[in-house]
């Protein structure tokens, strides 16, 4: 069982940054793929980023490659979104993602646990 809470998010200018924290319990972390994902209102859920159990590897939907960066720190159970640049078209409700297939977090939303969300909200 993997229990998932969010953090960071906030009111930000365009332009600003802002960096998302993922505090995760369980002592099997590090077996897992971690994703962020993110709903805008009247939009469905969608990808944004996710990493491989050992950070080796990272994946970016197109809307953030350049902008956004995601990495882990598996000694303190947590997973960042450190987002660049952004956009008023970012504001979302972010949320943070695991499962043991890094394949079922970047191609479905049928990852095994999901956070409660951070809301990230960019003025024009």
């Known amino acids: 069982q993997v229990q998932l809470v969010e953090s960071g998010g906030g009111l930000v200018q365009a332009g600003g940054s802002l960096r998302l924290s993922c505090a995760a319990s369980?002592?099997?972390?590090?077996?897992?793929?971690m994703g962020w994902f993110r709903q805008a209102p009247g939009k469905e859920r969608e990808f944004v980023a996710a990493?491989?159990?050992?950070?080796?590897?990272?994946y970016y939907a197109d809307s953030v490659k350049g902008r956004f960066t995601i990495s882990r720190d598996n000694a303190k159970n947590t997973v960042y979104l450190q987002m660049n640049s952004l956009k008023p078209e970012d504001t979302a409700v972010y949320y943070c993602a695991a499962d043991m297939g890094i394949v079922v977090v970047t191609t479905t939303l049928e990852s095994d646990y999901w956070g409660q969300g951070t809301q990230v909200t960019v003025s024009s």
């Open positions: 369980g002592r099997t972390f590090s077996s897992y793929a």
């Open positions: 990493i491989s159990w050992s950070g080796g590897n990272t």
